[in-house]
């Protein structure tokens, strides 16, 4: 199944991608790649591509490390990437106002490490890394709306079999027991649907209709329930990153018309943003947009994010 | 048996669904099984009572099966059903489902087919939905079919308001919003060129009071650019007056406009190339797509749009070049019916089940025969969807030699009909941008409206813009080396798992590795497909 399944991957890298990038840049003179950014699609407000779709390159596996290898800097520059640490979470943190949740982020601490801890009672140093590893996959499931079932799945394909459903499941009811905030936001979350047939995110104000929640298919209703805490957070993360561009314009704008520098705006990856400079300008760009990223919005919880350079984007990572 | 209706034969009011199920078949009554039970869920909770209407479908019979597409020959067979169920005098029919939609609207039943040219955007239900339609004998108000939420659950908020505006057309006669197209013929589209007179014209006459926004559109191929500021009025200038289009830019900027374009990332390039750089002259830039997007329940294409707020018909572009596409089209296939194509080489198609060679006849025979369907259906023959359809195998080499089938261009098509075509653009742009920002500012149940976050979702334009249109630089060899070394390893692997089972497969082909590992490696389903064999993903 393993030989099966590597090549399948090595299938969809070849297909979807290599021979599609070479085909694209071999169109253009410079070699770039001009996907097609679809900015009306996504009910969150995030960004989709086609032709070809970039924001899909797999982002953690080997083989999609490999294809961003392929993606460089122009002659003589570089390219800059920053990136929001776990903003849905230090968002759902905000929301939620959990206030464990608050004061670990506060103190820079490890969320999930302590999440586990209370988890499974231990002392946090005494915390093993599969345990933590487990309330790591819990946390982000849980802003989706994730169940015992499909937490299995994940353990699954990761190659973890040792989870049953039902075990899942008790993780799940664990991680809520030790962040009580957030179990009652998610409950508000559903409330909002419910009263108004729709929910809306708080830093950008971007809705999401629900009415599936009053539906009497099952299906719909699960479904709709799922999003209605799912649209607020990813969707005020989507904020904060637009907020932070926004401001951010100006004042590249500024560097290019007072400089004559050539800075680039080259692709917005959900929680990421990347840009082509001249190297020397490398340090005034780290400045300016992390102070961007991290004090457009304020939140309850401090908002990181930290900036990456190379000349390739494999290396960015 | 026949299904039949219920209700109140005497309202006036007819609710007309599609085809019954096998519930509504074995009781022979209409809306009874899960659609119907989904019906009066929406009824209930819109206020809407059986006394109050007449509940029907189109067919009254079903052939047997899950086939749920309603042909011309289910039409056909119940033909004396509808004609006496629409002469019963409604005065207003509550059309459920693309299909009722259609047939009222005198439409094509078919679904709206992507691979044709042009097509009615009434055919599309989430352009007509939740709007009246006033045809010679009554009014028609589409709705999303109550079961439109079974399979995909985001329809369900379309279907939830369609009912709840219904219950207003039921209950007090609301006749929809008010989307009169008033101006109708009275437009003034006019071409703008470099001339002293038109310059002076647009200064003076054109940019008197011109309001607070403009409206722009451009042609394909740096065409031209077209511009509107006021409802039935449009402007075209051509790429090559560039003193027009300064004029333009200073003028714009002088005035301080406001700029909307619909989809401003697909424009802004265009109109930089033709001297006129909204973005470096720092102008304030909307979006029509931007609101509708927001909005959620509105199409987004600005054709759709138009007729839907604003009641204008427009002419899809391909609607406008495709008479004069045909002679050119003619002229390419005769010249391509002189030569030997010879025969195509077979090429392996897959289907569900099974994997075969398949030998596709050559390009002359199938030149043949679209010369006899052309003599025998005259224009109605869709040459460019025929063409679409060929494989690669059948064209490929008559496209390399003498490139792809032509389609004409606005360059081919007279010039006032490019010019109205073009025009009409600009001004529905303007026409449904009030509409949608009325939409925007009307505060919704939680006292909120959507204006802040258009503004915010409108402030990343620039930024789009200018990553579609850099690009992002790739190394092609260093590509083009990846795909040889991972070929390589799809060999090696192919090659180990013949080693290990005996045989030759393809890891790409579901039969193929469902029957390796559920049939012979006796494997645990995990998870099924949506038709319910076993999923061969992950």
Redesign the interface.
């Known amino acids: 199944m393993v030989m099966i399944g590597d090549h399948r991957e090595l299938d969809k890298g070849v297909n979807s991608f290599n021979e599609p990038l070479v085909k694209y840049a071999s169109d253009d003179p410079d070699s770039r790649i001009h996907c097609d950014i679809k900015y009306t699609r996504v009910v969150s407000g995030r960004f989709s591509a086609a032709e070809p779709n970039l924001l899909a390159i797999p982002v953690r596996t080997s083989l999609g490390r490999q294809i961003r290898g392929g993606f460089i800097a122009g002659t003589g520059r570089t390219l800059g990437s920053w990136d929001l640490n776990q903003i849905e979470m230090r968002f759902m943190a905000h929301e939620s106002g959990d206030e464990d949740l608050i004061r670990i982020y506060h103190e820079d601490g490890d969320v999930h490490r302590e999440t586990a801890g209370t988890m499974f009672e231990v002392p946090q140093e005494a915390v093993e890394g599969e345990q933590r590893d487990v309330a790591k996959r819990v946390g982000f499931g849980v802003i989706t709306g994730i169940q015992g079932k499909g937490l299995k799945d994940q353990f699954y394909l990761n190659g973890i079999t040792k989870y049953t459903e039902e075990d899942c499941n008790g993780f799940i009811a664990k991680w809520f027991e030790s962040r009580p905030g957030v179990k009652a936001y998610l409950e508000e979350c559903k409330a909002q649907a419910r009263r108004y047939g729709f929910v809306r995110e708080s830093i950008g104000g971007r809705i999401r209709f629900l009415q599936g929640v009053q539906s009497t298919n099952k299906k719909v209703m699960a479904e709709h329930e799922r999003a209605s805490h799912s649209h607020r957070i990813s969707s005020g993360a989507q904020a904060i990153m637009k907020k932070a561009m926004a401001v951010l314009w100006p004042q590249i704008e500024e560097l290019r018309e007072t400089d004559g520098v050539e800075i680039r705006w080259i692709l917005q990856v959900h929680d990421e943003i990347i840009l082509e400079f001249p190297p020397e300008y490398q340090g005034v760009l780290d400045v300016l947009v992390t102070e961007a990223l991290c004090n457009t919005t304020r939140l309850r919880v401090p908002i990181k994010a930290s900036g990456k350079f190379a000349t390739n984007w494999g290396k960015l990572k | 048996m026949p299904v039949r209706g219920r209700g109140n034969p005497e309202s006036g009011i007819l609710m007309l669904g599609e085809k019954p199920g096998q519930e509504e078949l074995r009781l022979g009554k209409v809306w009874v099984g899960r659609a119907g039970v989904?019906l009066d869920?929406l009824c209930w909770r819109a206020g809407i009572k059986l006394e109050e209407v007449w509940l029907d479908n189109i067919i009254q019979d079903a052939p047997t099966g899950d086939d749920w597409s309603v042909t011309d020959a289910d039409i056909a067979r119940n033909q004396a059903h509808i004609t006496d169920l629409l002469s019963r005098g409604y005065h207003t029919v509550i059309a459920m489902g693309a299909v009722a939609t259609r047939y009222l609207l005198g439409l094509d039943l078919a679904d709206v087919d992507t691979d044709s040219e042009g097509g009615d955007v009434r055919a599309d239900l989430g352009t007509v939905h939740g709007i009246m339609h006033h045809t010679d004998r009554f009014d028609v108000f589409p709705v999303f079919h109550p079961a439109a939420?079974?399979h995909d659950?985001e329809v369900?908020?379309f279907v939830?308001s369609d009912f709840e505006l219904a219950a207003a057309v039921i209950k007090s006669g609301w006749e929809g919003e008010d989307r009169e197209d008033r101006i109708g013929d009275a437009t003034h589209y006019t071409l703008i060129t470099d001339s002293d007179r038109d310059l002076k014209y647009m200064e003076q006459v054109v940019f008197k009071e011109p309001g607070s926004h403009i409206f722009i559109d451009t042609e394909g191929a740096d065409w031209c650019l077209t511009f509107s500021l006021k409802a039935g009025e449009g402007f075209m200038v051509r790429k090559h007056h560039r003193e027009a289009i300064e004029r333009l830019a200073y003028l714009v900027g002088v005035h301080g406009l406001i700029v909307v374009l619909h989809?401003a990332?697909h424009d802004i390039p265009v109109l930089r190339r033709m001297g006129w750089d909204l973005v470096r002259d720092g102008l304030e830039i909307e979006d029509t797509?931007?609101a509708?997007?927001?909005l959620?329940?509105e199409p987004?294409g600005l054709k759709n749009l138009a007729y839907r707020h604003c009641g204008m018909f427009m002419k899809n572009y391909l609607d406008i070049v495709r008479p004069f596409s045909l002679d050119m089209r003619l002229d390419y296939l005769a010249q391509l019916a002189t030569l030997d194509w010879g025969k195509p080489e077979p090429y392996i198609e897959e289907k569900k089940n099974s994997t075969k060679l398949h030998q596709p006849q050559g390009l002359n025979q199938r030149l043949n025969a679209v010369f006899n369907k052309l003599e025998k259906d005259g224009e109605k023959t869709d040459l460019y969807k025929w063409w679409k359809g060929l494989h690669q195998h059948v064209k490929g080499a008559a496209v390399e030699q003498y490139g792809d089938l032509p389609t004409a261009d606005l360059d081919d098509v007279p010039f006032e009909q490019a010019l109205w075509y073009a025009c009409r653009d600009a001004d529905a742009t303007g026409r449904v941008y009030w509409r949608l920002v009325d939409r925007l500012l009307m505060p919704?149940?939680?006292g909120?409206n959507?204006w802040?976050?258009y503004k915010?979702?409108c402030?990343?334009i620039?930024?789009?813009e200018?990553?579609?249109?850099?690009?992002?630089?790739?190394?092609?060899e260093?590509?083009?080396a990846?795909?040889k070394e991972?070929?390589g390893?799809?060999g090696i692997?192919?090659k180990?798992?013949a080693d290990?089972i005996g045989y030759f497969i393809n890891?790409?082909s579901p039969p193929q590795?469902r029957k390796l590992?559920f049939e012979e490696m006796k494997?645990p389903v995990?998870k099924e497909t949506d038709s319910g064999e076993a999923s061969?993903v992950?």
């Open positions: 989904e869920k939420s079974f659950g369900y908020p939830r989809f990332p797509a931007i509708s997007y927001l959620q329940i987004q919704m149940a939680d909120q959507l802040e976050t915010m979702d402030s990343v620039p930024h789009i200018e990553m579609m249109t850099t690009g992002f630089k790739v190394d092609v260093y590509f083009k990846l795909t991972w070929k390893k799809q692997i192919r180990q798992l290990r890891p790409e590795v590992l494997l995990y061969t992950d």
